[in-house]
């Protein structure tokens, strides 16, 4: 079902270089996991509604409410790099 011609296919999008062993190893998981995909095919599923999650989410956020903001001696507490109450990083532009 997948031949080596696919996985060197899939590898080269993925940008993966593979050697000859692992080309070997993920023709034979890939073709196991689309046996799979064919049994579930196989699966009579007309009754069963579309789902985006397996159980029911609830309470997955916290409530969004204003709290005082951190000190800034305890937020600068923790960098690298501070001046004059800053935080100090890397350029990101360099000048020309």
Do not use: K
Request: zero cysteines; charged letters at 30%; a negative charge.
């Amino acid at each position: 079902m997948i031949d080596e011609h696919i996985v060197a296919h899939v590898a080269r999008l993925a940008r993966l270089e593979l050697s000859e062993e692992e080309r070997r190893a993920f023709r034979e998981q890939l073709g196991t996991i689309l046996e799979h995909f064919q049994s579930v095919r196989s699966l009579d599923l007309r009754d069963v509604p579309p789902t985006f999650h397996a159980v029911p989410l609830a309470n997955v956020l916290r409530d969004d409410v204003p709290r005082a903001p951190l000190p800034q001696e305890e937020v600068l507490a923790g960098a690298p790099d501070v001046e004059d109450g800053y935080f100090v990083v890397p350029p990101v532009i360099e000048p020309e």
